[in-house]
Every structure is written in C-alpha cells, then in structure tokens.
C-alpha cells in the first residue's frame, strides 16, 4: 500500500503522477465513449451532432480548467485557458487541409468521424514526444525560448504577408512515397484499416492498406506539421508540461468533434487567419517580454489572445454573410 501511494504521489516532470493518470484517465472515458457509444455503428455525423458534440467537449475543457484552478491554482488555470483557446483556434485553420486529405481518398462523411477518433491516440503518443523534447529542451537551455519566440514572430508576419496557394494532396512527398512503399486497395472496405486479399502475380493471401488507413496516415503526419506553430505557442505561455500537454489535447479532442460542422463552413473563418497571425506574434513577443522585462500576468494574455481571436471570429462572419454553409 505504502509503495502504490509512492508511486502515485511521485513527481514527474514538476506534477504528482495521479495528476497525469487522472487526465489521462479522462482520455480514455471520452475515446471509449467516442468508439463505443456515439460510433458503435457506423453513422454519418450531421452539422447539428457535431455543434453539439463539440459544446459538450469544450464543457469538459471548460470543468477540467476549473478543475486545475483548484488542484493548481488561478495561474496555471489561466495559462491553461490561454494554451487551450490558442490551439483550438489553429486548429480551426487545419479543417481545411483534413477535408483535402479525406476528399483526395474518396472517403465518405460516414468513415471520416472514425478515422478521426482513432487519430487522436496516434496524436496522443506525437504530441506527448514532441512536448517532452520541447520541455527537456527548455529546462537545460531557457534561452530556446527565445529561438521559440523569434519562431512565432516569424511565422505570424509570415502568415500577414505571403497569400497561401491551393494545396495539392497528390504532390505531397509522403503521398507519393507511401503509395509506392505500401500496397494500397483500389476501394474502401468499410470501416477496416487493413485487409487480406491475394497477390496479383503470386496469388497468396497478403496484407493489404487502405484509403481508409492511407488517410489517418497523412492526417497524423500533418498534425505533426500543425504541432509545430502550436507546440512554441504554448510553451510561450508557460513551460509546465503538464498545463502545455493537457491545453494541447483537450483542443485535439473536440476538434474531432468539431471538424464537421467546420468542414461545411471553413469558408466563412477566412479572415481568421490574420487574427491567428496577430496571436503567433504577440505570443512570440511576449517570450521577448518575459526573458528581458518580467514575466508578463497570465490574464492579460488570456484577454488579449481572447479578444483577438473572438475579434477574427466576427469580422470573418461579418465580411462572408452573405456566402452560406457551402456544399461540404
């Protein structure tokens, strides 16, 4: 008994270990709840489900940071808030490339939810590795905040300044080398990752990839991609592990949610973008800020991240009004 105690009360990277396995537990009751009750069967998610869903899983997002305000009081509950509103607003702006993922496939609505839910736990190992690099780096150089810093600068103006072309799924690099590493099936077989089917030229039973499977691929490498604006982003805000990893997969989680009602209308978050830019640079600035002047209070970050975001929001809507839902 005393050694179960010692194992739960242990300290792993600055958090209790019952902290982690509590959030973590969390994780898992909301997978199970994804794959086993809303996906039991396969189901196309409507536009009204999925606003639906994701107000439910922000309201987790929400109780959970009431709930770090408790266990760690009004700081970490803040920085909290602020992580998690940051990567859920670029989260909005990777819909766009998922939908392009799925439509390149020939995946139809009804699999994609699945796809997606299953993702997360791929994400969930990714995200962990690259917070855990990123966290290790900071506590033995706390200059590679600066490195971050000047990153997000970066990438903001760069966002202000360059017009994004059209993306074109088929030239990707990894497309191109999984479909010639991999033996993909020419369709879809439901809801099944990898299938059985006989050799072309030997006619024995082999394993077979399909769309399906060559679709969560491409998607998990591209949050790897998203990971790197938003990872910086957060550790901008505040370098404990466990507030960065936790704001980053409470947002991962409802995206998944999410995403359909996004899909039929990304369009009309166009303007978004800038907003999002304006938050890259003044969380990069802030870094600057904190490292030369003084750490910077943790609400006027909320506030200002907030009413950037809320800012882009309403303006897109505003200027694409008369644009509709789209044909998602």
């Known amino acids: 008994m005393d050694t179960l105690i010692a194992l739960i009360t242990a300290d792993i990277v600055g958090t209790p270990a019952w902290l982690w396995l509590s959030f973590l537990a969390i994780v898992f009751i909301l997978l199970a709840f994804d794959l086993g009750v809303l996906n039991k069967g396969d189901k196309e998610l409507g536009i009204g489900e999925s606003l639906r869903l994701s107000l439910f899983y922000i309201a987790v997002a929400v109780l959970f940071g009431g709930w770090v305000w408790y ?24 819909v766009f490339v998922i939908s392009l993922i799925f439509s390149y496939f020939a995946i139809p609505r009804i699999y994609q939810y699945r796809a997606l839910v299953w993702g997360i736990i791929a994400v969930l190992v990714l995200r962990g590795l690259m917070i855990g690099v990123g966290a290790a780096l900071v506590q033995e150089y706390d200059w590679v905040l600066l490195l971050f810093g000047a990153f997000l600068v970066g990438t903001g103006v760069k966002m202000l300044v360059v017009k994004e072309g059209e993306q074109d799924i088929s030239r990707n690099p990894l497309v191109r080398l999984l479909s010639r590493v991999l033996r993909v099936t020419p369709h879809l077989h439901g809801q099944r990752f990898i299938v059985r089917q006989p050799h072309p030229v030997t006619g024995r039973m082999v394993l077979w990839v399909t769309p399906l499977f060559m679709a969560l691929v491409v998607i998990n490498i591209a949050d790897l991609v998203f990971a790197v604006d938003s990872v910086p982003a957060i550790f901008a805000i505040t370098t ?11 947002a991962i989680l409802g995206l ?3 995403y359909f009602a996004l899909a ?65």
């Open 71 to 94: 266990a760690r009081g009004a700081e970490a509950s803040m920085q909290y808030f602020t992580g998690y509103a940051i990567e859920k607003a670029l989260s909005i702006d990777n």
């Open 240 to 250: 404990d592990t466990y507030i960065v990893f936790t704001a980053n997969i409470m």
């Open 256 to 258: 998944r949610a999410l």
């Open 264 to 328: 039929a209308m990304v369009h009309r978050f166009e303007y978004l973008k800038y907003a999002l830019a304006l938050v890259l640079v003044f969380i990069g600035g802030k870094i600057f800020w904190n490292y030369f002047y003084g750490k910077l209070d943790p609400a006027v970050s909320l506030s200002v991240t907030l009413a950037m975001i809320a800012g882009g929001v309403v303006f897109s809507l505003w200027k694409t009004r008369h644009t509709g839902l789209g044909t998602h």
